[in-house]
T-cell receptor, first 113, second 113 residues
Framework: DTEVTQTPKHLVMGMTNKKSLKCEQH?????MYWYKQKAKKPPELMFV???????INESVPSRFSPECPNSSLLNLHLHALQPEDSALYLC????????????FGPGTRLTVT | GQSLEQPSEVTAVEGAIVQINCTYQ??????LSWYQQHDGGAPTFLSY????GLEETGRFSSFLSRSDSYGYLLLQELQMKDSASYFC??????????????FGTGTQLKVEL
């Protein structure tokens, strides 16, 4: 199984809402990533988890809160977002020793109103 | 810091060969990856070069010259389904402990009949 799944596919939320994005993989990968991608732009790294511990936080605002409950799951908790946070949020996973070969999920299209 | 430059757009006809270039500036260079992303889809890993030379995978090949800080992706026997965005991505041992990929600006490939 080489699939990374993400839910929901689409999300519309107001600036005062709290929501969560979910990501799951069953490839035995112990590195998991969150990216943000705007239209016609490259993916921008937000967070990296390695062996379920946060190893990289790219100075992401605290209104984004990641969580890795176990080796298969990755969550991104959202609170008090701004309209400029509207984007495609991509989850990826890889073997820890092979971070250059990442497997991406289909993404969650987030719209903040 | 790091920077990666790619042409923004390339157009070619079906059956032709196309080369997508990537120049990078980074310290502690580890390797260069290539990813394909169709509109509305997830990035998909294509290839990785850590050493100078050409890596061939079916219709796709990737080349790296570390001394020139330059790489390219070569697509042969182009098909309509190859129309997509292509991103180079640098892995840097000084950034994120070597676990971070920084993506290039992306090249939109259009394949015409």
């Amino acid at each position: 199984d080489t699939e990374v799944t993400q839910t929901p596919k689409h999300l519309v939320m107001g600036m005062t809402n709290k929501k969560s994005l979910k990501c799951e993989q069953h490839m035995g990968h112990r590195a998991m990533y969150w990216y943000k991608q705007k239209a016609k732009k490259p993916p921008e790294l937000m967070f990296v988890y390695s062996y379920e511990k946060l190893s990289i936080n790219e100075s992401v605002p605290s209104r984004f809160s990641p969580e890795c409950p176990n080796s298969s799951l990755l969550n991104l908790h959202l609170h008090a977002l701004q309209p400029e946070d509207s984007a495609l949020y991509l989850c990826a996973s890889s073997q820890v020793q092979i971070p250059h070969e990442q497997y991406f999920g289909p993404g969650t299209r987030l719209t903040v109103t | 810091g790091q920077s990666l430059e790619q042409p923004s757009e390339v157009t070619a006809v079906e059956g032709a060969i196309v080369q997508i270039n990537c120049t990078y500036q980074t310290s502690g260079f580890y390797g260069l990856s290539w990813y394909q992303q169709h509109d509305g889809g997830a990035p998909t890993f294509l290839s990785y070069n850590a050493l100078d030379g050409l890596e061939e995978t079916g219709r796709f090949s990737s080349f790296l010259s570390r001394s020139d800080s330059y790489g390219y992706l070569l697509l042969q026997e182009l098909q309509m389904k190859d129309s997509a965005s292509y991103f180079c991505a640098v892995r840097d041992r000084l950034t994120g402990g070597g676990n971070k990929l920084t993506f290039g600006t992306g090249t939109q490939l259009k394949v015409e009949l």
